[in-house]
């Protein structure tokens, strides 16, 4: 996961560079083909689409995790109580932010609602 | 019982004094990595619009180019130090780790080299048009 999540944006820094012209075969095949969209790059787009939910979740719930494994390297939250209850916060505040994330930039970026 | 000297016997196994070495920097790229990635999130959802022109622009800045170059630099190595453990625990056949940890650094290395030219060169030159 995390690895299509470094190539997309390999791929994507690599087409900001490359020009106009190249970002817009990036935003064909990631993003949205638009009208006249191949059947090809309609699949790409929800493949893309897909992943970058997968990719967003399992960024925040790495992020998550590791702060709390951060925490515990200090020698802190051992307890059994502690420990299940900030294992359980993490994976729910990974949960929050992928819906955050998600919700924002359909609506602000991706024109859907 | 071996006869072999002592230095004959701890030859090879590695360093001493250097044990915390990979340890730590997993620690220290972690660390890295959430300022910058959460540099690098916050940064994308307050930009305007995704238009090409404004993202070669956005990049090209010094104070976006410098903290992109080093997020990339963070993160390639943050995720080799994981891999890396993650073949050292998994991988028990000698020639496949081998060669699984030789592609692992060849990736790493070759990955971030890329990003990081792609990000110095729009920064140095000015966005293609």
Same mark, same amino acid.
């Given at each position: 996961?995390?690895?299509?999540?470094?190539?997309? @944006?390999?791929?994507?820094?690599?087409?900001?560079?490359?020009?106009?012209?190249?970002?817009?075969?990036?935003?064909?095949?990631?993003?949205?083909?638009?009208?006249?969209?191949?059947?090809?790059?309609?699949?790409?787009?929800? +493949?893309?689409?897909?992943?970058?939910?997968?990719?967003?979740?399992?960024?925040?719930?790495?992020?998550?995790?590791?702060?709390?494994?951060?925490?515990?390297?200090?020698?802190?939250?051992?307890?059994?109580?502690?420990?299940?209850?900030?294992?359980?916060?993490?994976?729910?505040?990974?949960?929050?932010?992928?819906?955050?994330?998600?919700?924002?930039?359909?609506?602000? +970026?991706?024109?859907?609602? | 019982?071996?006869?072999?000297?002592?230095?004959?016997?701890?030859?090879?196994?590695?360093?001493?004094?250097?044990?915390?070495?990979?340890?730590?920097?997993?620690?220290?790229?972690?660390?890295?990595?959430?300022?910058?990635?959460?540099?690098?999130?916050?940064?994308?959802?307050?930009?305007?619009?995704?238009?090409?022109?404004?993202?070669?622009?956005?990049?090209?800045?010094?104070?976006?180019?410098?903290?992109?170059?080093?997020?990339?630099?963070?993160?390639?190595?943050?995720?080799?130090?994981?891999?890396?453990?993650?073949?050292?625990?998994?991988?028990?056949?000698?020639?496949?780790?081998?060669?699984?940890?030789? @592609?692992?650094?060849?990736?790493?290395?070759?990955?971030?080299?890329?990003?990081?030219?792609?990000?110095?060169?729009?920064?140095?030159?000015?966005?293609?048009?």
């Amino acid at each position: 996961m995390a690895t299509a999540g470094m190539m997309t @944006l390999l791929w994507w820094l690599a087409s900001i560079g490359g020009g106009a012209e190249s970002y817009a075969t990036f935003q064909k095949y990631v993003v949205s083909a638009g009208e006249g969209a191949t059947s090809f790059q309609t699949v790409s787009n929800w +493949f893309f689409r897909l992943l970058a939910l997968a990719v967003t979740f399992s960024f925040f719930q790495h992020m998550a995790s590791g702060i709390r494994h951060l925490v515990l390297d200090i020698g802190a939250g051992y307890e059994l109580k502690t420990n299940r209850t900030w294992a359980s916060a993490a994976f729910v505040a990974a949960v929050f932010a992928t819906a955050f994330v998600a919700l924002f930039v359909a609506s602000r +970026f991706l024109g859907v609602w | 019982m071996d006869s072999r000297t002592y230095i004959g016997r701890v030859r090879g196994l590695g360093s001493a004094k250097h044990g915390g070495e990979h340890w730590l920097k997993q620690r220290l790229t972690a660390i890295g990595n959430l300022l910058l990635t959460s540099w690098f999130v916050i940064s994308l959802l307050v930009l305007p619009n995704f238009e090409h022109a404004t993202l070669a622009q956005w990049l090209a800045q010094p104070v976006v180019a410098v903290p992109m170059i080093l997020m990339i630099a963070n993160i390639f190595s943050h995720a080799r130090l994981g891999l890396q453990v993650l073949i050292e625990d998994y991988v028990h056949d000698d020639g496949l780790k081998f060669a699984t940890m030789a @592609l692992l650094n060849f990736y790493v290395v070759a990955s971030a080299v890329f990003g990081i030219f792609v990000v110095a060169k729009l920064a140095f030159t000015g966005a293609a048009a």
